[in-house]
């Protein structure tokens, strides 16, 4: 006889599935990388592992798991949601979707650099930043098809919208450790740059609660971050994790204390006023 277990059991059974599922996927990624780097030339205008294809991981395990609940109708809806913009009702949002990051990549290099501005023009057309950002939008549907798809309202049922995001991004940040590992980054540059994944979910869950649920926001948002770090001279080269790192931690403090941590959707100054 089969045994039902209650709902809220198993979108917790469900959860782990799709975590473990998600670095089973991308365990075959992170092996193959040291034989893929053999026939790749060793100077690349981006420094990206071969590993850095584990993005499409994320919609694959959620894929799976949605097909197993709920059949291939809910597989469709899952995809449909990577061009959900029409639940993003203020258009408003747009500002911080698109020039958050990008600020946010200048204060930084303004601050270890104050002898080297202005900014050097980018080495980038402006061709380049528009086939940039769709090929990052492409790689971040395949991650957060799965983590804001999938993960996130699960977590957000259980939790606030500020320890989901913590748990998520704990997630999210531990996934890509053999890929930096893989980079060759010190354990302060991974360690730096965790915290800064951590801190980048807020925000992301941020932009995703207050734009109707919107996926598309979601992995917008994250297209733009990696756009904004070639965009910096030498095609990111003056990127520092560390200092990038402080300075999105300070935009998620700043976040989460005006929309408060419950919902990171509800500005204090109307709570105030209301």
């Not at 205008?45 to 071969?50: E, F, G, L």
């Not at 002898?115 to 769709?134: E, F, G, I």
């Not at 302060?188 to 996926?215: H, K």
């Not at 948002?221 to 200092?243: F, K, R």
């Amino acid at each position: 006889m089969k045994r039902h277990l209650p709902d809220r059991a198993l979108k917790r059974t469900s959860l782990w599935a799709f975590f473990l599922l998600v670095f089973a996927l991308s365990a075959l990624f992170w092996l193959v990388d040291p034989v893929a780097k053999r026939f790749l030339p060793e100077e690349r205008p981006i420094n990206v592992p071969v590993s850095a294809l584990m993005a499409v991981c994320p919609a694959i395990a959620a894929s799976v798991l949605v097909g197993r609940e709920r059949g291939w109708a809910g597989v469709r809806e899952l995809l449909k949601r990577s061009f959900d913009w029409r639940r993003i009702k203020e258009k408003a949002w747009y500002v911080p979707i698109f020039l958050l990051m990008p600020t946010i990549m200048v204060v930084q290099y303004g601050l270890r650099n104050p002898t080297r501005l202005p900014v050097p023009d980018p080495r980038s057309s402006a061709t380049m930043v528009v086939v940039w950002l769709s090929v990052f939008f492409i790689a971040a549907l395949g991650e957060e098809l799965g983590w804001q798809g999938y993960a996130i309202d699960r977590l957000q049922n259980r939790w606030s919208a500020l320890a989901a995001s913590i748990v998520l991004g704990t997630v999210w940040a531990t996934w890509h450790i053999v890929p930096l590992i893989q980079l060759g980054r010190t354990p302060i540059q991974i360690a730096s740059q965790c915290m800064d994944m951590i801190a980048t979910r807020i925000l992301i869950v941020w932009i995703y609660n207050n734009t109707g649920r919107s996926v598309f926001a979601a992995a917008l948002y994250h297209a733009m971050y990696n756009v904004s770090t070639l965009l910096l001279p030498n095609y990111g080269l003056d990127y520092s994790p560390t200092a990038t790192s402080i300075l999105v931690v300070i935009a998620a403090a700043t976040v989460t204390f005006l929309w408060g941590p419950k919902k990171l959707a509800r500005y204090r100054t109307a709570r105030l006023g209301g």
